[in-house]
Antibody, heavy 125, light 110 residues
């Protein structure tokens, strides 16, 4: 059974870098027909797509976050990671990792079919 | 990239049907059929309910159905049940491989 689990610090200081890891079990991050992604949800608010990546290194980011975000993969550990730099209080949110299904052509992102439970990251001094 | 527009809340009585709309633009919802819907209960992760406008993943009740017309997608829940009370989000992934979520709709069972 596919499971995704986020891990990382729950508290980050303003201006520093938020770093999270998603550990995947029951599937391989090296599967060519899949992408892997991050979504966040500020407390009491809606979902925001952060970005998605393929194990070959192809990445797509939300234009509003692109300058601060890096998503990477560690195939040896079956994990993928998120780094968001220069954080402020507005980056406080529950961060979810998810598996991204592609369309039939395998060239377009389609939907998020499996999600981790989410982890709350608070930005505060 | 603006959030897709959803009504803030929709309510219905047990057994009734409700429809949630999701309005985007020619660059997202109207562009292609990669519209999906997610159900989120409080404190839980979102769950995929509909993908590619109208397809249900295995295990999702056939009381949930999706459709699209132009730049507006819709999720219909028929035979409302208490467990359907949750937040619902639409999403669209574009030809430039960016994805956007809707603003979210709270479904209340009266």
């Amino acid at each position: 059974q596919l499971q995704l689990q986020e891990s990382g610090p729950g508290l980050v200081k303003p201006s520093e870098t938020l770093s999270l890891t998603c550990t995947v079990s029951g599937d391989s991050v090296s599967t060519s027909s899949l992408y892997w992604g991050w979504i966040r949800q500020p407390p009491g608010k809606g979902l925001e797509w952060i970005g998605s990546m393929h194990y070959t290194g192809t990445t797509y980011y939300n234009p509003s976050l692109k300058s601060r975000v890096t998503i990477s993969v560690d195939t040896s550990r079956n994990q993928f990671s998120l780094k968001l730099n220069s954080v402020t209080a507005t980056d406080t949110a529950v961060y979810f990792c998810a598996r991204v299904r592609l369309g039939a052509s395998r060239s377009r992102l389609n939907c998020f079919d499996y999600w981790g439970q989410g982890t709350l990251v608070t930005v505060s001094s | 990239q603006s959030a897709l527009t959803q009504p803030a809340s929709v309510s219905g009585s047990p057994g009734q049907s409700i429809t949630i709309s999701c309005t985007g633009t020619s660059s997202d919802v109207a562009d292609y059929n990669f519209v999906s819907w997610y159900q989120q209960h409080p404190g839980k992760a979102p769950k995929l309910m509909i993908y590619e406008v109208s397809y249900r993943p295995s295990g999702v009740s056939n009381r949930f159905s999706g459709s699209k017309s132009g730049n507006t997608a819709s999720l219909t829940i028929s035979g409302l049940q208490s467990e359907d009370e949750a937040d619902y989000y639409c999403s669209s992934c574009t030809s430039s491989n960016t994805c956007v979520f809707g603003s979210g709709t709270k479904v209340t069972i009266l």
